[in-house]
């Protein structure tokens, strides 16, 4: 049987009056520009999306943004009231949401299962008390653990959200997060390099030179690393690195750090370029490497990265061919 396809009507709700004030984000400064999303707005973005839609597509409403279980409970309730409707009318079939690990318990959670919630997403960000700390998240790693395993105990999937290179962490501390994330068996995660906005804690630490973010090629190189750690325990990899209209949407302006609109296939990029190198171990001369279509670009990189590479370790001519019965993944070579 085909499986279906899926599509996410994203519904920024900003964390008005959010008491937090993490380093990397700039709710504070945007208040008052970034006007709340009314629950007749949410209704017309729904039912529009809706009607686009094919009946061989699975349809998520999926509330991001802010802290979505930190906002004002009757406004919560009003947007959620709106998304159950089309879940009960079958329009949709689920409602996904993102917030605060501090922002989970019991009386939360079932207020969530009431509206058909189906998927919650924690800002994790880091597993490391001290990191957490120094980029003033206000909860810590512990606490991160607990709403995780109530999230699971409720029977909602599980999604979390990881930042390599924030203010204080290291490489290791990265690798130290993911190991943590993956004990807590989330179904998907999300990885998003940190970066820097304009109106941050981090943009002042930034500029008086105690804060240097990740490059993009060593954040490419992360999360090149990190991908296989989830992918072999079968977590999905929802997304690495936001989206331009992410940063377009939530008033963002990006000022330093690894951000690229199309870091996803960096990423693939990378990780293909260590397959292909393993596979020309202990090899010299000419290669033809064959790949699927789909992954052609990402195989060659950016301004023909990986060939380039490729054909210094060979010491010959890279050529690429490609063969549509081959996985997304797969890659045979033959040096001559
Ligand atoms: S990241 Fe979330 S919790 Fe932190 S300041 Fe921004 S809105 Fe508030």
């Keep these: 049987m085909m499986s279906k396809k899926h599509k996410n009507i994203p519904i920024f709700v900003p ?14 400064k945007i208040t008052g520009v970034t006007e709340a999303v009314t629950p007749e707005e949410v209704d017309r973005i729904i039912s529009e999306a809706v009607a686009l ?3 061989d597509t699975e349809v998520e409403v999926a509330f991001f943004g802010g802290s979505f279980t930190g906002i004002e409970k009757n406004y919560r309730n009003s947007l959620l009231t709106v998304a159950k409707k089309y879940v009960d009318l079958k329009k949709v079939q689920g409602i996904r949401l993102s917030t605060r690990p501090d922002y989970i318990d019991d009386e939360i959670l079932n207020e969530l299962k009431s509206f058909g919630v189906t998927d919650i997403e924690l800002g994790v960000q880091s597993m490391d008390d001290e990191v957490l700390a120094k980029n003033r998240r206000g909860h810590t790693a512990q606490q991160t653990k607990n709403a995780a395993k109530l999230i699971k105990e409720y029977n909602f999937r599980l999604g979390l959200q990881m930042m390599p290179g924030l203010f204080g962490d290291t490489k290791e501390k990265t690798f130290e997060t993911a190991k943590s994330i993956i004990k ?15 109106g941050t804690w981090l943009h002042e630490l930034f500029i008086s030179g105690k804060y240097i973010p990740l490059t993009t090629d060593e954040a490419v190189e992360i999360c090149a690393e990190l991908v296989p750690l989830f992918l072999e325990k079968n977590i999905k990899i929802i997304r ?16 330093a750090g690894p951000f690229h609109p199309s870091f996803g296939e960096l ?14 171990k202990g090899k010299t001369g000419d290669a033809v490497f064959t790949v699927n279509p789909k ?11 990986n060939i380039k590479r490729l054909s210094e370790i060979a010491g010959g001519k890279i050529k690429v061919c490609q063969n549509e019965n081959y996985g997304r993944k797969e890659v045979t070579v033959v040096v001559s």
Excluded at 268 to 280: D, V
Excluded at 295 to 300: H, P
């Design 53 to 55: 839609v094919s009946s």
């Design 295 to 305: 992954t052609v670009s990402a195989f060659i990189g950016n301004k023909k990265k």
């Design 240 to 255: 690495m690195g936001l989206m331009a209209t992410d940063v377009i949407n939530e008033g963002k302006e990006v000022l």
């Design 184 to 198: 807590l068996e989330p179904d998907c995660v999300r990885i998003y390099p940190t970066i820097v906005i304009r």
């Design 15 to 28: 964390h008005i009056g959010c008491p937090n004030d993490c380093s990397f984000c700039n709710q504070k």
């Design 267 to 280: 990423v693939e990029s990378e990780i293909l370029f260590k397959k292909a190198r393993e596979m020309l």
